[in-house]
């Protein structure tokens, strides 16, 4: 211990001389003359010296702080795995193990011959639950409110009547979003019916979110904002608490959903679209049923009981045994006369007494055969389609004709079999009640499997991978309207906290809750299987548009009523006028499938003042963007005090810059979850704004040029050679020709590491099958993007950032190079600009090549919550390869981890060793028969934004910054290094972990910080305060997911509760993390939420259940708190 304290003082020491000795060699470096960054020489003022000088100190001392870490120990060793048990299922392995032949395996055709022997049943009788359904999108073939008027309403009114009639029926419902609109319609005693029904068991509410969510495109943050908004409404108006998870639609199943269902205390689960090869290979091995496991859980507390449908639908045929043909014979909505029959032309027949025993046996027979691919004599039949029981009359054909069989079955003891109507949670309880153990409890005798079920293949080769980019426009849209959420319900939570507190909660727009709600509904909507995939009809598609739009700019009215009130110096005089709103917006969206235009700001003699909202809950120094005027600007902070900011032209295409708009980008420090204050004064000193430079590349086109005259701007009418832009961590390389990445190299090091990238573009196939909105099937591999003329190319330098546009004819991007201290500057900001609306077919790809020797390996997220490693498989075809990435793809060896970073979700791959690939937008003119019955042709312009993040492998498992530095120097006398290539194996969990820097890289890029100007121009306007909510630095590994008010007994105001939902991140340590940005510590997931927020109090605190429905434990006055690593954890607090 003595040894360890000496160490660290000895470090600390040294560490100080060294930071004075740099301090001076910057001193030097700032006044020799010669050092320029490569694009020439800025006027600096001497306010703009000093502050480069301060920020480098502070960067260095940034530096010390990381080497002498508080990244403790344990928060590594985290990562490094635990004593985690092996699960018996490793999804992974079980893909390298199938050989995926596609056998024809007779009536099952996609399985095997099922054969049993008649006495089987005879010392445990068979015991089935026929469970009948309606499944019902909130928009696919038609909009959510024509589903709900044609349909949905009558399905329900039926429900209410139909179940009285018989206290034998049961149903079960899972989309509360229909739900709770059909609740608003209906009478008392109506909803008295309903909740007798749910009380005897008849009705269950399974799942219980706003939807039935899509698991490959949703992030995290908006999958549990749903299930708390649908949670939420049944304790509220029925007053019940979901208990099993139903989803047999998504298309390919995420191991995040897993976790969600567990930690809202649901205890089964049940899943149906699994690749066909998957299925029949747990089929045959009894494994259909299974405890499922996070890769990261080193005990038992994430396991959730899961079952698998193992037929190829979730519809009647599918879902009574293995064949088909017998199936659909009971469903009775078939019979002869009705709008629909079997497709295998033998029709159900109405059971009469005459018949009975006949169609008794052979439905038996089918169950029989169903039931020997499970390892329990309890078993499961869904019995419903889309849409189904809307009419009296279906509820009468399955209803009464079922009871026949099953009063003829139950009577005859001799065949074995209790056959009965069920809930999903009856089955559950069955089966549980046969092995004796409490609901949720770990069932012995059953398999823990660990992973996940994409990508999803429902017949030959017809995998579902396009939907993972289908509608890229409407992906990003969710994200935008997901981040404003966010950042709208934590500042709406701290406003009324404050006001609360001041007494002055009665002049504040309480009403803004109504708009946080249905804005909550909205997201929730479009996180339905159909609509944030991109596979619903056109018409659909710009109803979720608009629902998305209007919640949008609902939110900027909350937020900037939010900020109006935490701004002002003197509470007193905060007025509310809904027509003249204190701020502005920064940008507004004319129509639902417009990109948005930013707000340009007016200068005059008198001070234009901006407010900005930082919504994440670590300080921050960002450059901001703002579109004004005039070019003589100068920026201040609130004090007064100059801020370096960077003067460039606007462009309104690749040669013509926009007259008399110009933007100004400020270097500033922004609070957590704070408010900042800035000032702009019109200038006539030339010296107070740094001016960019630009060379403009026209690669022999004859175009002609819009030049700004206070931007220096060069005209080049070739193309340019290779060139490299650099700041102090990085130095990029770019080809001339293409104006594309070609290398970059990180400060310090010698070798460059290729990352070349280029465009390429995916055909689709010639015979019958083609590639839709659902389905990727291309005609082989990509081909090189080949348009018609060479790329404009513009290169940009500045202090602040310098960055190279180049323009295609079907797409722009811009790589983005900031030259500030922190987080920011460690890795290329990167957006492409894509418009293919006259392509025919075609899919275009963005794709990274690099010397990093990955192999077979990549690893992409779940919904932005964890990694999962993939492998290419070469005994797949390509589309196969094909994974979500809602946040981010890497590769890796032992030297180096690329990470891609998206702002939006879309489908990735790597084809190869070194390389990664995402697809950006995809226009096909057909519908791939999964019954949309259209193609995708209403393509947008869409912004893709992505943040592309080169790390080193520091050469050990260790912990910390000084650590890493040590083991370097061991390395350098020739000690080994302990890393190994990937993926990482543990105890026979494959498992990955993101950087802390990469998580916060991932932050910045989906949580931009907003905009907001003063709208007032007259001069008499209050004094302004900048606003920092946190009196404490927050641990960099935690995560505030959301801070969001309960609602009161009237359904449009706040209670005086709100819900804290942290999650602590995973994070791998052996990535060598610099300069993270301000202090940033981990606290061994400890974390005291007492003193969180300065001048508030937290009256109290209750640890809940994910969505809030059990309380854990008793609230105690300890405010202080532990999280384990990956954790989501949910509290009620009280803040005031």
């Not at 030959?460 to 426009?473: A, C, I, L, N, V």
């Not at 909105?773 to 190319?793: M, S, T, W």
């Not at 390869?881 to 981010?888: H, L, V």
């Not at 194996?985 to 890289?1001: A, E, K, N, W, Y």
Request: a neutral charge; proline letters at 6%; charged letters at 20%.
């Amino acid at each position: 211990m003595k040894l360890k304290k000496q160490v660290t003082v000895c470090g600390a020491a040294i560490f100080c001389v060294a930071v004075f000795s740099l301090y001076l060699m910057l001193d030097r470096v700032q006044h020799d003359p010669t050092r320029h960054q490569s694009g020439g020489n800025f006027p600096r003022s001497q306010i703009s010296v000093l502050q480069n000088r301060i920020e480098q100190l502070e960067q260095l001392l940034e530096e010390n702080h990381e080497i002498i870490s508080h990244i403790k120990d344990s928060d590594c060793q985290f990562a490094l795995g635990g004593k985690g048990q092996s699960p018996d299922l490793q999804m992974l392995a079980v893909y390298s193990l199938l050989p995926f032949d596609n056998q024809d395996g007779g009536v099952w055709k996609q399985g095997f011959d099922i054969t049993y022997e008649p006495s089987e049943w005879d010392t445990e009788p068979l015991q089935v639950f026929v469970v009948p359904h309606s499944h019902n999108d909130p928009g696919w073939i038609k909009t959510f409110d024509k589903y709900y008027y044609d349909q949905t309403q009558h399905i329900l009114n039926s429900m209410v009547l139909k179940m009285q009639e018989d206290p034998r029926r049961r149903f079960i419902w899972s989309e509360i979003s229909f739900f709770s609109k059909w609740w608003d319609n209906i009478s008392a005693q109506k909803r008295a019916a309903v909740r007798r029904l749910v009380g005897n068991g008849q009705l269950e509410m399974v799942t219980g979110g706003w939807v039935m969510p899509d698991e490959a495109n949703s992030h995290y943050f908006a999958m549990i904002d749903q299930l708390i908004e649908g949670h939420q409404w049944l304790e509220k108006n029925i007053g019940v608490m979901p208990r099993s998870g139903w989803a047999v639609d998504p298309f390919g199943h995420s191991s995040t959903m897993p976790y969600l269902l567990k930690r809202s205390n649901l205890t089964g689960m049940l899943i149906q679209r699994v690749h066909y090869a998957i299925k029949k290979h747990f089929a045959a091995t009894q494994n259909l049923e299974f405890m499922w496991r996070q890769t990261w859980d080193p005990d038992t507390s994430t396991d959730i009981f899961c079952h698998m449908m193992p037929f190829y639908s979730y519809d009647v045929p599918h879902t009574c045994g293995p064949d088909p043909k017998i199936c659909c014979q009971f469903d009775f909505k078939r019979l002869p006369g009705g709008r629909i029959n079997c497709p295998w032309k033998v029709p159900p027949r109405a059971i009469t007494d005459a018949n009975v025993a006949e169609r008794a046996q052979l439905l038996l027979d089918q169950y029989r055969k169903k039931s020997k691919l499970y390892r329990s004599k309890v078993l499961l039949v869904p019995l419903g389609d889309d849409f189904r029981y809307d009419k009296p009359q279906e509820w009468d054909a399955q209803f009464l004709n079922y009871q026949r069989i099953f009063d003829f079955l139950n009577s005859r003891p001799n065949l074995h079999v209790q056959a009965q109507f069920g809930t999903l949670s009856d089955y559950f309880d069955a089966l549980y009640k046969k092995v004796g153990i409490v609901p949720g409890m770990k069932l012995p005798g059953f398999p823990v499997l660990s992973g996940d079920f994409f990508s999803y293949a429902d017949r030959e080769d017809h995998y579902w991978t396009g939907y993972y980019t289908s509608r890229p426009f409407y992906k990003s849209l969710d994200r935008v309207l997901e981040a404003h959420l966010r950042g709208a319900e934590i500042l709406y939570s701290l406003a009324l906290a404050h006001t609360r507190r001041a007494g002055a909660d009665s002049r504040y727009p309480l009403s803004d809750y109504a708009l946080l709600s249905n804005a909550r509904r909205n997201l929730g909507l479009f996180q339905h299987h159909d609509a944030i995939t991109g596979t619903a009809k056109e018409a659909v598609a710009v109803d979720y548009g608009v629902r998305l739009l209007h919640s949008l700019n609902n939110l900027k009215r909350v937020i900037i009523n939010a900020a109006h009130y935490l701004v002002l110096g003197d509470k007193d005089t905060y007025h509310h006028d809904p027509a003249a709103p204190f701020l502005g917006t920064d940008d507004t969206r004319p129509s639902q499938d417009s990109l948005p235009e930013r707000t340009v700001l007016r200068m005059d003699t008198s001070p234009r003042f901006l407010v900005v909202f930082n919504p994440l809950e670590q300080e921050r120094l960002s450059v901001v963007p703002v579109l004004v005027d005039s070019p003589h600007v100068r920026v201040l902070s609130e004090e007064g005090q100059p801020l370096p900011s960077q003067l460039s032209a606007r462009w309104s295409s690749a040669t013509d810059a926009v007259p008399d708009v110009y933007q100004v980008s400020v270097l500033a420090r922004l609070p957590a979850l704070g408010l900042r204050v800035l000032q702009l004064h019109k200038s006539l000193d030339g010296h107070t704004v740094l001016k960019s430079s630009v060379r403009l590349y026209l690669h022999g086109r004859d175009l002609p040029v819009r030049k700004q005259e206070a931007v220096p701007m060069h005209v080049f009418p070739a193309a340019a050679d290779d060139f490299c832009l650099e700041n102090q961590h990085l130095h990029a390389c770019f080809s001339g020709r293409s104006g594309l990445l070609q290398s970059i190299r990180r400060a310090g090091e010698e070798r460059e590491q290729r990352v070349s990238s280029e465009f390429l573009v995916y055909g689709t196939r010639t015979s019958k099958d083609k590639s839709g909105a659902y389905l990727f099937l291309p005609d082989g591999e990509a081909k090189p993007y080949a348009p018609k003329d060479p790329p404009v190319v513009r290169v940009t330098e500045g202090p602040l950032f310098s960055e190279v546009a180049s323009y295609y004819q079907h797409v722009q991007t811009v790589v983005r190079l900031y030259n500030v201290p922190g987080v920011e500057g460690l890795s290329l900001d990167l957006s492409c600009l894509v418009d293919i609306r006259d392509h025919i077919n075609k899919e275009l790809a963005l794709r990274f090549s690099t010397d990093i020797e990955s192999g077979d390996t990549f690893f992409t997220d779940l919904n932005g919550f964890q990694i999962q490693p993939r492998r290419y498989q070469r005994k797949l075809p390509l589309q196969a390869n094909f994974y979500p990435m809602p946040a981010m793809a890497y590769i890796q060896d032992a030297q180096s981890r690329l990470t891609l970073h998206t702002a939006q979700a879309l489908g990735v791959s790597s084809l190869s060793s070194g390389q990664l690939e995402v697809i950006l937008d995809r226009r096909l003119m057909q519908d791939d028969n999964r019954g949309l019955g259209q193609g995708l042709k209403d393509n947008k312009r869409t912004c893709n934004r992505f943040r592309l993040l080169l790390e080193r492998r520091t050469t050990a498992s260790k912990s910390s910054g000084f650590f890493s530095k040590l083991a370097s120097v061991f390395k350098a006398l020739g000690f080994p290094s302990a890393r190994t290539g990937s993926p990482e194996v543990q105890d026979g969990r494959p498992i990955s972990f993101p950087s802390l820097l990469s998580h916060i890289t991932s932050m910045h890029l989906n949580a931009e910080a907003l905009v907001m100007p003063v709208a007032q121009e007259k001069p008499a306007l209050p004094a302004l305060r900048s606003f920092t909510p946190l009196s404490t630095t927050l641990p960099c590994d935690f995560h505030i997911l959301n801070l969001r008010m309960l609602q009161a007994e009237d359904d449009s105001l706040p209670s005086a509760e709100a819900a804290l939902i942290l999650h602590r991140k995973g994070f791998d340590c052996s990535l060598e993390a610099k300069n993270l940005g301000f202090n940033c510590t981990t606290s061994q997931g400890k974390l005291a939420l007492g003193s969180l927020f300065q001048g508030l109090e937290l009256g109290s605190l209750q640890p809940t259940s994910l969505t809030l429905m059990y309380p854990l434990g008793t609230a105690s006055n300890s405010t202080s708190i532990h999280l384990d690593p990956m954790e989501i954890a949910t509290f009620r607090i009280r803040l005031g």
